[in-house]
């Protein structure tokens, strides 16, 4: 199995950014594309932004296009969601997630392993 450690949430004013981090231990073989998920009180969970193995094909919800970044570092087993100009709509938690597939593609649904969550607010 797959283990994801994500962290980096905390209470910041709207306009300012935030860095979430996911940090992946375990049998982490080639292939692994990642992704943020959020989910806000009584609102379905939704794909935020993932990105492929290779790094080089990326997708963001368009609530957040133009204002979040997705990365990764495959020799640190790491991927990161920069957050800047967040707005009160932002508030939600926030989770990594992970799952096998083609090094050059992303998944939208279907991710196999998940971090904790962390909660992320933004206060107007």
């Known amino acids: 199995q797959v283990q994801l450690v994500d962290s980096g949430g905390g209470l910041v004013q709207a306009g300012g950014s935030l860095r979430l981090s996911c940090a992946a231990s375990?049998?982490?073989?080639?292939?692994?594309?990642m992704g943020w998920f959020r989910q806000a009180p009584g609102k379905e969970r939704e794909l935020v932004a993932a990105?492929?193995?290779?790094?080089?094909?990326?997708y963001y919800a368009d609530s957040v296009k133009g204002r979040f970044t997705i990365s990764r570092d495959n020799a640190k087993n790491m991927a990161y969601l920069q957050m800047n100009s967040l707005k009160p709509e932002d508030t939600a938690v926030y989770y990594c997630?992970?799952?096998?597939?083609?090094?050059?593609?992303?998944?939208?649904?279907?991710?196999?392993?998940w971090g904790q969550g962390t909660q992320v607010t933004v206060s107007s």
């Open positions: 990105i492929s193995w290779s790094g080089g094909s990326t």
């Open positions: 997630a992970a799952a096998y597939f083609a090094p050059t593609s992303i998944p939208l649904e279907d991710y196999d392993y």
């Open positions: 375990g049998r982490t073989f080639s292939n692994l594309a």
